[in-house]
C-alpha cells in the first residue's frame, strides 16, 4: 500500500512543517497499519473475519487516508499563508496599534493551528478525529481573514471559547490510571462540541454539525464532573 500512499508534489513545501515529505507518509503507512490490524482478536472465527476483509480495508482506508492527508496539508497551508501580518505604517500610533492586535490574533491562530494539526497528527488522531480537520481548518482560514479587519472582535470571540477550552484541560489534566472509559469518552465529546462551538462564532456560514451553545458547553461539563 506504501506505493498508493504517495503524496502529490503539491504538498512538498507544507510537508516541511511535519518532518518532511517521507516522514508524512511513514506516519500515514503506521496510521493505516494501526487503523486495519489493531482489532480485539480473541478467537479463530474473529481472525477468520479480520483476514478474509484486510485487503479490501486497506485499499478502501488507504485511499481515504492519502486522500484526507493531502486535504488537511492543503488547508494547513492556506491557513499558514493567509495570517495577518504585523505591518504598522510610519511611526503612526494608531498603525503600531493595529500592528501589535494583527500579530496578537496571528500567534493565536498559530497556536490553533498547532492544537488542531501537531506534528504528529497522524499519530493521534482517529480517522473520525481526520475527517473533521479539513472542515475546521476551513474555518481558521474564513477567522484568520476576517480578524485582519477587527482584531478586537476575534479577540472577544476567544473570550467565548476560552472557559470551556480551559475546564476541559482542567479536566484532562484530573485523567489517571482509574478514569473510566466513559468519562473519557464524554470528554472526547465535550472536545468536539467545543471545536463546533468555534464553528458557530468564528464561521456560522460553515454550519455546526449539531445543535451547540454556551448552555450545552456548561451542561456537559457538569455532566462529566459528576462522573467523579
Not at 79 to 105: E, I, N
Not at 129 to 137: D, E
Not at 201 to 221: D, G, H
Amino acid at each position: 500500500m506504501k506505493r498508493y500512499l504517495a503524496l502529490p508534489e503539491e504538498c512538498d513545501a507544507v510537508a516541511l512543517y511535519f518532518g518532511g515529505k517521507a516522514a508524512v507518509m511513514k506516519a500515514m503507512a503506521e496510521a493505516l497499519k494501526r487503523e486495519v490490524f489493531r482489532k480485539n482478536v480473541r478467537n479463530r472465527e474473529d481472525l477468520d473475519v479480520l483476514a478474509a476483509g484486510v485487503v479490501r480495508d486497506l485499499f478502501a482506508k488507504g485511499t481515504e487516508l492519502k486522500d484526507l492527508t493531502v486535504r488537511i496539508l492543503g488547508a494547513y497551508g492556506k491557513v499558514r499563508g493567509g495570517l495577518p501580518k504585523a505591518t504598522p505604517s510610519a511611526s503612526s500610533l494608531s498603525g503600531l496599534g493595529r500592528a501589535s492586535a494583527a500579530g496578537g490574533v496571528s500567534e493565536s491562530i498559530k497556536a490553533e493551528l498547532a492544537r488542531l494539526v501537531p506534528a504528529n497528527f497522524l499519530e493521534i488522531r482517529s480517522m473520525d478525529a481526520l475527517r473533521q480537520l479539513p472542515r475546521r481548518l476551513d474555518v481558521l482560514k474564513i477567522r484568520a481573514e476576517r480578524a485582519k479587519y477587527d482584531p478586537e472582535k476575534d479577540r472577544k470571540k476567544v473570550e467565548q471559547v476560552e472557559p470551556y477550552a480551559l475546564a476541559l484541560e482542567r479536566i484532562v489534566k484530573r485523567f489517571d490510571r482509574d478514569t473510566s472509559p466513559e468519562k473519557k469518552a464524554a470528554v472526547e465529546e465535550l472536545r468536539g462540541m467545543i471545536e463546533e462551538f468555534r464553528v458557530s462564532l468564528f464561521a456560522p456560514e460553515v454550519k455546526t454539525a449539531f445543535p451547540i451553545s454556551a448552555k450545552r458547553l456548561s451542561l456537559k461539563i457538569k455532566e462529566i464532573e459528576a462522573m467523579g
